[in-house]
């Protein structure tokens, strides 16, 4: 693997560090999830990168500092070494996480070696409060019974828990009763994934931008009350929707909801908010590195070039990050620097990564369609 031969400093700037790296280690998996970004396959891809590839990596990754490391997949447990590039991760003094399927590979004692293996956190995804619901989703009967044991097996021997949840017109009715149902298993954080149309995720399946508001909604109350933290995957509006909420509340008198979230484990919480490249790179199976594993756009390979110079000073992470090219109602947007609309959408939708966020219902002050909107950009009111 390719080293940084730059002279930077790793500071806490998302221009030169990632609060998250996140590695497809695999894009094989044994679930056929109708969503799914990685358009998984049972088989494993030859081109994947090799243990030695993968240890290379990871020691490259500290370069970044101490980022947050997660292993995901497909299924991370298709791959024999998982615990491996675990250990070796944990010992490179990275808080790292996996995020296995819930298939008969992820059997009890599996668990108890990713455990061993020192995981900081597991995620597991949880689609529906009913086998129905997520089963359907999975593609895989049995599926909710066992991601059910998975989470109650967790909790009793205490690895911290990420509940994944991707909302969909098919899930949505059940949004409530599926926050009801993780508060049970005790998680650390809820994962709020807003579906992004790539890999079988159609754009047929998405929720409408007023049903988002209407999720953010319940998003925001139940940050109050949960005993985990929420946070939104692909809709960094939710920062725009939670700072509208909180103004209101001070202006009324009532205490706000927290900013970044009040419930603390070994990972803790990026200190502002993240989005695609800005805090958070992905690597592919082949070591393609994308500004998301929801925007397929390359940076370039690992096998090349170092990681850290690829987030830092490659066109594409520049160009992502910089706000001032956002386009239409983002680039107005007094929002924009807590914001900036999914990337990843954008690209799914309009095939630009910097035009608007297609699903989101703010209009900012002042903005007029078809202008770029900087001259119409105003000043925030959070
Ligand atoms: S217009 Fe864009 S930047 Fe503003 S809140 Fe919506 S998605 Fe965020």
Request: charged letters at 25%; proline letters at 5%; aromatic letters at 8%.
């Amino acid at each position: 693997m390719i080293k940084s031969t730059r002279n930077e400093k790793p500071n806490i700037g998302f221009d030169l560090c990632p609060f998250i790296v996140i590695w497809e280690v695999t894009q094989s998996c044994d679930l056929a999830c109708l969503h799914c970004r990685a358009d998984a396959r049972t088989c494993r891809d030859p081109r994947e990168l090799t243990t030695y590839q993968g240890r290379g990596l990871i020691d490259d990754i500290t370069g970044f500092g101490s980022p947050l490391l997660v292993l995901t997949g497909g299924d991370p447990l298709k791959r024999e070494d998982i615990y491996e590039l675990i250990t070796c991760g944990v010992e490179k003094g990275l808080r790292t996480t996996v995020s296995p399927s819930v298939t008969p590979l992820l059997t009890d004692g599996s668990i108890l070696k990713l455990k061993k293996a020192g995981i900081s956190r597991m995620a597991v995804s949880l689609d529906g409060s009913t086998p129905l619901v997520h089963d359907s989703f999975r593609g895989v009967h049995g599926s909710f019974r066992r991601t059910v044991e998975v989470l109650s097996l967790c909790a009793l021997e205490g690895i911290p828990i990420q509940i994944n949840t991707t909302v969909t017109k098919y899930n949505i009715g059940d949004f409530d009763s599926i926050a009801k149902l993780i508060s049970g298993f005790s998680p650390v954080l809820w994962s709020v994934f807003f579906l992004v149309p790539t890999g079988r995720g159609r754009a047929a399946d998405s929720v409408s931008a007023l049903e988002y508001e209407e999720a953010f909604a319940k998003m925001y109350e139940l940050s109050k009350v949960m005993p985990y933290d929420i946070k939104s995957t692909e809709a960094p509006h939710y920062r725009r929707f939670a700072a509208q909420a909180r103004v209101r509340e001070s202006r009324a008198g009532k205490r706000p909801a927290a900013a970044y979230g009040g419930k603390r484990d070994a990972i803790g919480r990026a200190p502002r908010g993240i989005n695609d490249g800005k805090g958070f790179v992905f690597v592919s199976h082949t070591g393609e590195v994308y500004p998301s594993g929801f925007l397929p756009l390359s940076g370039g390979n690992v096998k090349n070039e170092s990681i850290v110079d690829i987030y830092r000073y490659s066109p594409l992470f520049r160009e992502i990050r910089d706000y001032d090219r956002l386009k239409g109602k983002c680039g107005a947007c007094e929002f924009k620097n807590i914001c900036g609309g999914s990337r990843a959408r954008a690209y799914a939708l309009t095939g630009d990564c910097m035009e608007s966020e297609p699903f989101c219902v703010y209009v900012p002050k002042g903005y007029e369609a078809g202008t770029s909107g900087r001259e119409s950009a105003c000043e925030a009111e959070i």
